[in-house]
């Protein structure tokens, strides 16, 4: 029988040869200094206020660092998936079947029993898998393959694995020793188990080189390695080969699939991938990419033409002025418009009362309102607003302007013929880098902003009361790890929602007290869930009417699951 080798810089001993040419190694490599969490707090509270992108200044991998320190891994997304005590990328705790210089084919995995181990009984749509790197070396990259399956729970590495959604990361150096958020799309049905693959295929050429990112921090359950060149012929977890480590990895998802949307739609910029999105204002971790943005500068304001709301205008911060086909996300140059003073834009938005198009400006010492002519491509100043650092434009269908200001953390309200705002209250976040905000129509008295906080480090959508200012988080943009600036809606956010339970309706929705439920049919029970899956709230009815008092929930956003005559709906409810 084969027996396997293990080079480990920080691990004494081996557990047999197999062959000078082939093994599992993890021998460091690496002379560079560790990044610590301690000198990217200090990176960040040096920077202080900027209205410009968080990509200028953090690496992806240090921006994920922060968003997990001040977060936690389990809170960036709507759910997190994973068997990793921490997120540490271990220097020397790598692992792959390899030579010295080139990888063999290496088939790694993890299987999740979601129904036994997280409680998700209703199916789990994945929408990205995450997975740490180790050393790489690479003259031109190449392909890694996640793959994921569905199975029986408890049958792995034995059972069936049903392949239901694949996607390929190109690995480059660039990807030393980061963690790779590698979008997947994958369906795993009702009461099954999840196993994710990552497959790397030897391609001869001696040329490329790689191991898989661990620690030693401890795992909830193994990671399992198939490595043939290295004797490991069938999924082997890495404790019986005697390695101590174990893969850092994650799947992101939503286990409330198909749920209820919103009738209204926002569109924005996410300006982690310089990419036109669009989502549903009660679910923003699901957004869809519509096209590739062209603009040279930092994508900072934009608004949709209430007249045409197939289209959309967007001004760069050095004044690059584009119309956007929101249906292909097709831009098209309109010219240039250069911002007041030393001003660059931050924000615009048109008053659906006058058609009016205005923006505002700031360089985080003064800020100011002008009107845009689209035509002529020009602005017109309005005049200065008294605020620092206004970052975002909202109107309501009433024509009343506002902003919030990434100085002093406060919301205002704004006069749109003088150009003067007045403070309306705090926000109740460290509000930094570029931003933005939208009225959505039918949500009369608030406003919503596609908002980075400094604090938190993520990205958030948040809802705020224009007559308090105090602002609650909605969701987060791919776990608030995108940086998404300008947001403008079109449609209406509808008070009673149309669901799959048909003859069931609930409302008012956004609700900070009671919440009505009403059916053609008897409704048998009700649960309301957090996004973690938690339990907050349940309740046997057996009538066709009832009142739920939620007001001592926290704010934010929760799942509720309505059964009426044994069938079962999922809505998104939204508590201030």
Same mark, same amino acid.
């Given at each position: 029988m084969k027996k396997i080798t293990l080079l480990l810089a920080f691990f004494i001993g081996s557990v047999g040869l197999m062959n000078a040419q082939s093994s599992f190694t993890g021998t460091n490599t690496s002379t560079q200094t560790p990044v610590t969490i301690e000198s990217l707090i200090t990176r960040l509270q040096n920077i202080g206020n900027v209205a410009g992108n968080v990509n200028d200044y953090f690496t992806p991998q240090e921006q994920r660092m922060l968003n997990v320190h001040y977060n936690g891994i389990q809170n960036i997304a709507p759910v997190v998936i994973t068997q990793s005590n921490t997120q540490t990328i271990e220097s $020397? /705790?790598?692992? #792959?079947?390899? =030579?010295? !210089?080139? @990888?063999? %084919?290496n088939n790694v995995y993890r299987a999740f029993d979601l129904p036994g181990d997280y409680g998700i009984m209703n199916g789990l749509e994945v929408t990205a898998v995450e997975f740490a790197m180790g050393t790489i070396s690479t003259p031109s990259g190449f392909p890694i393959t996640a793959n994921i399956y569905s199975t029986t729970p408890g049958s792995f590495p034995g059972g069936t694995l049903t392949l239901q959604g694949t996607a390929v990361h190109m690995a480059t150096n660039a990807d030393f020793? !980061?963690?790779i958020n590698l979008p997947l799309s994958a369906m795993i049905p009702a009461g099954e188990a999840m196993v994710m693959e990552l497959v790397l295929v030897d391609d001869g050429t001696d040329t490329n080189f790689m191991r898989f990112g661990c620690n030693n921090d401890g795992e909830t359950g193994p990671s399992y390695i198939m490595a043939p060149d290295c004797g490991a012929n069938t999924p082997t977890p890495l404790f019986d080969l005697g390695l101590s480590q174990g893969f850092?990895? %994650?799947?992101? $998802?939503?286990d409330e699939p198909g749920g209820g949307? &919103?009738?209204a739609e926002v569109f924005g910029i996410n300006n982690s991938t #310089? =990419?036109?999105? !669009? @989502? &549903?204002?009660?679910?923003?971790?699901a957004f869809t990419t519509l096209g590739a943005s062209p603009a040279a500068g930092f994508e900072n304001a $934009? /608004?949709?033409d209430p007249n045409d709301d197939g289209t959309a205008y967007v001004l760069d911060n050095g004044g690059a002025f584009y119309s956007v086909d929101l249906a292909t996300g097709a831009y098209t140059s309109l010219g240039s418009i250069a911002a007041p003073g030393s001003e660059t834009w931050a924000g615009m938005e048109f008053d659906p009362t006058s058609g009016t198009l205005y923006a505002i400006s700031t360089n985080i010492t003064t800020s100011t309102l002008s009107t845009i002519d689209i035509g002529a491509a020009t602005a017109t100043t309005v005049g200065a607003t008294g605020m620092a650092g206004g970052i975002s434009l909202m109107i309501d269908e009433n024509g009343d302007g506002y902003s919030h200001d990434i100085v002093d953390d406060n919301f205002y309200y704004v006069d749109l013929g003088t150009g003067t705002a007045s403070i309306v209250g705090s926000l109740g976040f460290d509000a930094n880098f570029g931003q933005g905000g939208t009225y959505i129509k039918g949500d009369a008295g608030f406003v919503y902003l596609s908002a980075f906080d400094g604090g938190a480090f993520q990205g958030q959508w948040r809802r705020v009361d224009v007559l308090t $200012?105090?602002?609650t988080v909605v969701g987060l943009f791919n776990g608030g790890a995108d940086q998404v600036a300008w947001t403008s809606a079109k449609g209406e956010i509808l008070g009673v929602s149309e669901n799959a339970l048909e003859g069931f309706a609930y409302y008012p929705n956004p609700t900070n007290g009671a919440l009505s439920l009403k059916s053609v049919n008897n409704i048998d029970s009700v649960a309301i869930f957090n996004l973690l899956g938690q339990s907050v709230l349940s309740s046997k009815v057996g009538a066709t009417t009832t009142d739920l008092d939620i007001s001592g929930l926290t704010t934010g956003t929760y799942i509720m699951k309505v059964t009426v005559d044994g069938q079962t709906g999922t809505y998104k409810v939204l508590k201030n």
């Open positions: $020397g /705790a790598e692992i #792959a079947c390899a =030579s010295p !210089t080139s @990888f063999r %084919n020793e !980061t963690m850092v990895w %994650n799947v992101l $998802g939503d949307a &919103d009738p #310089a =990419s036109l999105i !669009t @989502f &549903d204002p009660a679910d923003p971790a $934009g /608004a949709i $200012g105090a602002s």
